[in-house]
């Protein structure tokens, strides 16, 4: 079978040969047509691809090409067909559905047909469909007859048509005066097109801009509008005027593919070209609010320029208000409500003006926080942005300053709130710099301004040059200019008390609680912490900031924290180690100041959860330093541990004894732990090693490693912070030589305790008085020979009996209820106790020196076995060793039979020291952990029992 393409071009040649006349490029052509036309067969046989080919279609079929201005046209008037065929059911989600997509298309043949005007159809549509609108809102019953989606979508059309239309309103309202005019052909804009164009390239100022690829573009007739008002005399522009253009810039924010910057300069130039104060005001605050449109997330800062124009801007509003103070700014005001046409006269009464002062300073003082959060703390920019803050205070201040005019106190108190939250982290030194700073700052503005006569100098000189300098300014040269009468106050304590003063008179409940944790930081950071502890504890704040926001919580955090630094300053030890455990005590100290995020791997953070916290994140400026946090946590803990358990190892202290801090005791378990422990590197290295010298009685090497840190010239007060950490680790060395070694030595002399640490003897004096006070120390003055007597721990005959004897008493009370909860099905078999261990892990030598017994059974959860017998000759054979039980630990075993032995019971349970056998009895029972007011026998009776006299 012969191909269907060979088949088509032999057909081909059978004609060519048939007709035989005519030239070679004629009878090519008849051979094309011929293939072209052949029958139905010959068609259907062709290849798809050479179907619509110029070669394969006849001369009758040659399709028509028309531009893509004419199908643009076609459709948007295909378009406009639909849309009355569904008003004619009365069908709105279709209507609503077309009135989309004849917007687009709108746009899309306005591109196309470069400078045609809005076609009549379009506008034709536009008043169609507003008259079907009012007739069907007219008609109640068939409204109601609708139903809930096709409502829905009329109120929709209703919405849409009222905030488009007015956009058109000249050519709806042209048509209605002459319907009967011949509706323009997309010949026509062809034409009208082509001559605009033909004129345009005639002209110097074209409008066109190449973008480099062969694409222009095209300026809308809207914007052409812009700038036919721009190019308008100042003087023919007239009140009116300005208020349709401002409500057509209003209509149009928020819409797609509108421009906002083309918006704010819009706007800024009516602001100049407003007749009257109160129109002017008007135009202001809606660039304001056009200015915040620009970065209209919420999740990054706005830029620099742009803060610093708006506030500019907000200056120059307050600054009109201050000069006709019968214009008021309201933000529950509808401009809409009231139509003006010309500016209202002063002796009218107060003009209100639609504008929330109070809002627009709280959005620039988060964009101001915000954009600190994100810059390079250790860059140039940084401090750049921080010189900001003087023009914020200005603005804060007019801002005051104009709400007290008004006598608007709940206003005013959160403008309060928000300069006391810039000055309560600054000292004096600080604010003295500041206020230089401001004074510079103003004295360079003033200088750099021109005057009047040299600008309008300019003008006439080069008037392009001059006018591509304003409008193309430097966008990071943006400058605010300070009020004239901006000054700040001389002393940060009497503004931020009198602030705050005013806060608690006129705030709500969230206000108060800010300014109160201002205040304590700001006392706290002067070295006045008895006053920020009374400030704390009168408001009772500590109980009522868990119910607050997040952002309070930290602020009370870091007032804490900076309370806790402030008694350190002080010398107070406890007061500071009270203050820091509560925030070290759950190990998220940067979560809890807001001074970054930990990695944890327990903690599981959703993208919303992380992106509010790091929206919380303190700027580097206002951070507590962590390292000197932890170093003043862990000395403070360190001089209070170390004495405590030598006190306990002496047992000048209950034997049950609860760790001060638990961060300290984890790191000095896992310090003690190291096999080989290198020389300290970071703070807890430095303190841990500081701690295992001072345990050692060697306080000169403890000071050497803390005074190695190099946190301590971030430590500013009164005193200086070495000198004070040397005096505090004599004290601690002290009370801790006199815990650890007192019980060697009868008497001890007060100089050689003076050498010794290096103290002078009233210190040392007090020291020793007190601990014998609170009866730690053993001992009293022998005041003629200043020296301290040690008095014998050793308990007497009667005191040993009775201990026994509530031993014994104590094992009888447990055998009892032990007895009956096995009766009553109580404890289990595997609660029972262990069984007896061994006879004798050895012998011993013949002194009996090194007599041990066996290990004693694992009992069960109340009690663990007995111990084996220890050996049998005399001397100092220790017992056995009882293994552990949850509730109390084995009994020792049973010691040597001829001399009283030093035989040393386990542990029990929790128990901390061994007990010693006196007089062939058993060892002292000591109480349990979990149980202080019941006794566990650690010791036997020797083996030989005899009677007790």
């Known amino acids: 079978m012969a191909s269907r393409f060979w088949a088509a071009g032999s057909s081909g040649e059978e004609e060519e040969e048939e007709s035989g006349s005519g030239s070679e490029e004629e009878s090519s052509d008849d051979s094309d047509s011929s293939s072209s036309s052949s029958g139905p067969a010959n068609k259907k046989d062709l290849s798809r691809f050479l179907a619509g080919s110029s070669d394969s279609d006849s001369e009758n079929d040659r399709r028509v090409v028309r531009s893509a201005k004419d199908r643009r046209f076609d459709e948007l008037n295909g378009t406009c067909d639909e849309l009355r065929n569904k008003m004619h059911i009365n069908d709105w989600s279709a209507i609503q559905t077309l009135f989309d997509k004849l917007n687009k298309q709108l746009e899309k043949a306005l591109k196309t047909a470069d400078g045609a005007p809005v076609p009549r159809s379009y506008v034709k549509m536009l008043v169609e469909l507003d008259d079907f609108l009012t007739q069907t809102l007219a008609n109640r019953d068939a409204k109601k007859k609708m139903s809930p989606t096709n409502a829905k979508a009329l109120n929709t059309m209703k919405q849409r048509l009222r905030k488009h239309n007015p956009t058109y309103q000249a050519q709806m309202d042209a048509f ?437 916290e790091r929206r919380r994140q303190m700027p580097f400026h206002m951070h507590i330093n962590l390292e000197l946090l932890e170093a003043v946590h862990l000395i403070c803990a360190m001089l209070l541990e170390v004495p405590s358990r030598a006190a306990v190892a002496c047992g000048a202290a209950e034997a049950r004894r609860r760790p001060i801090s638990k961060p300290w005791e984890r790191l000095m378990s896992n310090f003690e732990k190291q096999t080989f422990t290198g020389p300290p590197e970071n703070v807890r290295d430095h303190v841990m090693a500081a701690s295992r010298a001072l345990m050692g009685g060697d306080w000169r090497q403890a000071y050497e490693h803390v005074a190695s840190l190099t946190v301590w010239s971030l430590l500013s007060g009164k005193h200086d912070p070495k000198a004070l950490m040397r005096s505090k680790l004599q004290e601690c060395g002290l009370q801790t030589y006199l815990f650890a070694s007192g019980s060697y030595y009868q008497s001890l002399s007060l100089e050689q305790l003076c050498q010794m640490f290096e103290l002078p003897e009233e210190r040392v004096h007090g020291i020793v008085s007190k601990m014998m006070m609170d009866e730690g120390l053993q001992g009293s003055w022998d005041q003629p020979t200043r020296t301290i007597v040690m008095h014998s721990a050793m308990p007497t005959r009667l005191q040993a009996l009775a201990t026994e004897f509530a031993d014994k008493a104590s094992m009888l009370v447990d055998l009892n209820e032990r007895a009956l909860a096995l009766r009553t099905g109580g404890l289990s078999a595997a609660d029972d106790e262990g069984g007896e261990g061994g006879q004798g892990g050895r012998r011993g030598d013949r002194n009996g020196r090194y007599g041990e017994g066996g290990q004693g059974g694992f009992g069960g959860n109340r009690r663990g076995g007995r111990g084996g017998l220890g050996g049998l000759a005399r001397g100092l054979g220790p017992g056995g060793r009882g293994d552990r039980g949850d509730r109390d630990g084995g009994r020792g075993g049973r010691g040597g039979n001829r001399r009283p032995a030093s035989s040393a019971g386990f542990r029990g349970g929790f128990g901390e020291h061994y007990s010693i056998d006196f007089q062939r009895t058993g060892g002292f029972g000591r109480r349990e952990r979990d149980n202080p007011q019941s006794m566990t026998a650690l010791g036997r009776p020797s083996y030989r029992r005899q009677q007790l006299v």
């Open 176 to 612: 209605r005066e002459h319907p009967e005019s011949s509706e323009e052909e997309p010949s026509d804009l062809d034409s009208d097109a082509s001559d605009s164009e033909s004129d345009s390239d005639s002209k110097s100022g074209q409008e066109e801009e190449d973008d480099g690829e062969g694409f222009e573009k095209i300026k809308s007739k809207q914007e052409k509008k812009k700038d036919k008002l721009l190019t308008m005399n100042p003087q023919e522009i007239t009140y009116d005027m300005v208020s349709k253009k401002l409500k057509e810039v209003i209509l149009s924010r928020g819409k797609k593919g509108v421009d906002r910057r083309e918006q704010v300069e819009m706007l800024q130039y009516l602001s100049t070209v407003a007749k009257g104060p109160s129109q002017q005001v008007e135009v202001l605050v809606h660039v304001v609010s056009a200015l915040f449109d620009i970065n209209p997330s919420m999740s990054t800062h706005m830029a620099v320029p742009l803060w610093k124009r708006c506030t500019g801007t907000l200056l120059q509003v307050l600054g009109l208000l201050q000069q006709h103070q019968h214009v008021v700014l309201d933000d529950t005001f509808d401009s809409g409500l009231v139509e003006r046409t010309e500016e209202p006269d002063a002796s009218q009464g107060d003009v209100h003006v639609w504008g929330s002062l109070v809002a627009f300073v709280e959005r620039l003082d988060d964009e101001l926080f915000k954009s600190l959060q994100v810059i390079d703390p250790h860059t140039h920019q940084y401090m750049e942005r921080m010189r900001d803050e003087v023009a914020f205070l200005a603005l804060a201040g007019k801002a005051a300053e104009y709400l007290e005019r008004r006598r608007d106190t709940k206003n005013q108190a959160r403008i309060a709130l928000r300069r006391v939250e810039h000055f309560y982290v600054k000292t004096d030194d600080v604010y003295g710099a500041i206020r230089r700073m401001a004074a510079a700052q103003k004295e360079q503005t003033d200088a750099a301004e021109k005057p009047a006569e040299e600008a309008e100098a300019d003008m006439e000189q080069d008037p392009e040059d001059a006018e591509m300098e304003a409008a193309t300014a430097g966008l990071g040269k943006e400058t605010v200019q300070l009020p004239a009468d901006f000054q700040l106050e001389e002393s940060c304590q009497n503004f931020l008390f009198q602030q705050c003063g005013f806060i608690y008179k006129h705030g709500d409940e969230r206000t108060k609680a800010r300014a109160m944790l201002c205040t304590i930081f700001f006392k706290a950071i002067h070295d006045d912490f008895h006053g920020a502890r009374d400030s704390l504890l009168m408001s009772h704040l500590q109980d009522s900031v868990p119910h607050m926001d997040i952002s309070t919580q930290i602020l009370y955090n870091r007032a804490v924290a900076q309370m806790g630094l402030a008694a350190f300053r002080a010398g107070l030890v406890v007061q500071a180690h009270n203050c820091l455990s509560e925030l070290y005590a759950s190990g998220r100290v940067k979560e809890l100041l807001a001074q970054g995020m930990s990695l944890s791997r327990n903690q599981d953070r959703t993208p919303e959860q992380e992106k509010l």
